[in-house]
């Protein structure tokens, strides 16, 4: 489009041009001085890390604590935007400042600023009109004011939190500031209470007291077992014992193991020594001397007596008498006799042989040295199987001692995580009666006497993109439904001819073709 076109359009609706800005300016003025006021209160609750936090039910098992650099609080702000926006609590809001004082947005009687004569004028038209008109639309599905409150409220408040932050912003919007703080503040104070309510089960504590009774009844009887099992196996430790029972049985295998070293030895020297008496007389001669040998002597007397009477014989008879020939004889025979024997003999004298009775008595030492480390080896053997025995015995007690200790152990182990339990259950319920908790007021339910709605910026600012824009739309919409031929190209447009001549659309002009 032209310049001229353009302009010839703005003087062919100058009116509008004029009459709708002024219109739509008009009106945004009027919503900005007669439009009801909506006042706004802001809180700020921060939420700590408390027990609520890092804490689980004492009724759950396994760990008590949470891993809040592995899960984050990003739940929690979110469990907590979506308590505060609840229905349930919305209605523990309503129950108690009434319906009536948070459909009025505040007190009776109290109020924002009191407008002019005109505005209050404007506002009751409006009010009825549009009051007519939401009361015929509320018929067709009709509630209560309990709940038409409660859908109010739900509007009207808005919860939200930064991202990565702890802190909730709470904001509610209604038509006086003094009710919005109000009924803020008791949005808060009901969800300080429900808070602590859903963060603690009420028959925790009584459940615990019951359970630790009991468990310790449980744990006293246990413990008594244990003892009298002791006591019947007469030991203070089954550690100790056993320790003990070990420490001599290793005396006893070692005592055996030299024992019987020292048998082998013995038995060894036995046979040596055995050996060497075979091969030793048991007596040697002492000593010996040469003495007279009398009998030789008796011999030669005797011989000198045959040799006597043989002279004799001879001197009275021949040599073939027969006496004489048998003196003869004997004489013959006492001399080779006598000539047989020495004139001196050897006397000797005999003993024990001293090697052979130390051996003799090395031997009966080792032999006593055997039997005795027989005997022993017996007694160490007894030892032995005795010590076994004990062990052996030992071993099965000790089963029995050990599932009564194990039973013990678990009940000690599930008494003390009761107690612990009920401790913390008492905390929960000291903390909810002096109603402490993790949720601290950042800053409390704010008094804003200056209304956010309607926003004068805001409405003049749409006010002067309407007044342009709906005045260009209406032009612009116009000038599409008017069909008459304005122009040279309109013309050759729509005739589909050439255009040989233009005569300006003027006075002059006109009067001229008039004639024609």
């Known amino acids: 489009m032209k310049t001229i076109d353009f302009w010839e359009t703005v003087f062919r609706h100058k009116i509008k041009v004029v009459v709708i800005p002024l219109l739509l300016l008009g009106m945004g003025a009027l919503v900005v001085f007669c439009f009801p006021r909506t006042y706004q209160s802001e809180a700020k609750l921060f939420l700590k890390v408390g027990r609520e936090s890092v804490g689980i039910d004492p009724t759950a098992t396994g760990q008590r604590m949470i891993n809040l650099m592995q899960q984050g609080r990003d739940s929690e702000i979110t469990s907590a935007i979506d308590l505060i926006t609840s229905r349930g609590l919305i209605g523990k809001v309503v129950d108690e400042l009434g319906p009536d004082y948070v459909l009025r947005g505040g007190p009776a009687g109290q109020g ?24 015929a639309i509320k018929s067709i599905d009709p509630v209560g004011r309990r709940e038409e409150a409660i859908m109010r409220l ?29 009924i803020l503040d008791t949005v808060i104070d009901v969800y300080q209470r429900d808070h602590l309510r859903i963060h603690r089960n009420e028959s925790t504590l009584a459940f615990f007291t019951e359970q630790e009774a009991t468990l310790a009844d449980e744990l006293d009887h246990a413990r008594n077992a244990v003892q009298r099992a002791k006591n019947e196996i007469g030991v203070a430790s089954i550690e100790a014992r056993r320790a003990s029972l ?63 009477r043989k002279m004799d014989l001879m001197a009275r008879y021949s040599e073939t008498h027969p006496l004489v020939v048998a003196i003869s004889q004997q004489v013959e025979q006492a001399e080779s006799v006598v000539q047989g024997q020495e004139t001196v003999r050897e006397e000797t004298v005999d003993d024990i042989n001293p090697v052979h009775r130390q051996l003799t008595l090395s031997r009966r030492e080792l032999t006593s040295k055997a039997a005795g480390l027989d005997a022993q080896l017996t007694m160490l053997a ?36 009761y107690a612990d339990n009920l401790e913390q259950a008492r905390i929960d319920q000291a903390l909810e009666e002096q109603e402490i908790s993790s949720v601290s007021i950042a800053q409390p339910p704010t008094l804003n006497e200056k209304p ?25 919409g116009l000038e599409q439904l008017n069909h008459k031929l304005r122009g040279e190209a309109d013309t050759e447009q729509a005739l589909g001819l050439p255009v040989l001549a233009a005569v300006p659309n003027n006075p002059v002009n006109g009067r001229v073709l008039s004639h024609y």
Do not use: C, W
């Not at 709605?453 to 032009?475: D, F, M, N, Q, R």
């Open 382 to 417: 007894q030892q032995k199987q005795s010590l076994l025995e004990s062990i052996k015995k030992l071993n099965q007690d000790d089963v029995r001692i050990d599932r009564l200790q194990r039973d013990e152990s678990l009940l000690r182990t599930k008494f003390f995580r």
């Open 154 to 182: 739900e509007e009207s408040l808005m919860v939200d939190a930064e991202r990565h932050s702890a802190m909730l912003v709470l904001q509610y919007e209604t038509d006086t500031p003094r009710g919005a703080q109000e």
């Open 112 to 135: 924002g600023p009191e407008p002019n004569a005109a505005a209050k004028a404007f506002q009751d038209f409006m009010a009825a009109t549009i009051g007519a008109a939401i009361g």
């Open 246 to 308: 070990e420490s001599q049985l290793q005396r006893v295998e070692v005592a055996v193991y030299v024992a019987e070293q020292d048998r082998s030895s013995a038995a060894a020297s036995i046979e040596e020594l055995d050996r060497q008496l075979a091969d030793l007389p048991e007596r040697e001669i002492a000593s010996k001397r040469q003495i007279p040998n009398d009998g030789a002597d008796l011999l030669r007397d005797q011989l000198y007596g045959l040799q006597m």
């Open 452 to 476: 956010v709605s309607p926003s004068k910026a805001l409405v003049g600012l749409a006010s002067i993109v309407l007044a342009i824009a709906g005045t260009a739309a209406t032009v612009l």
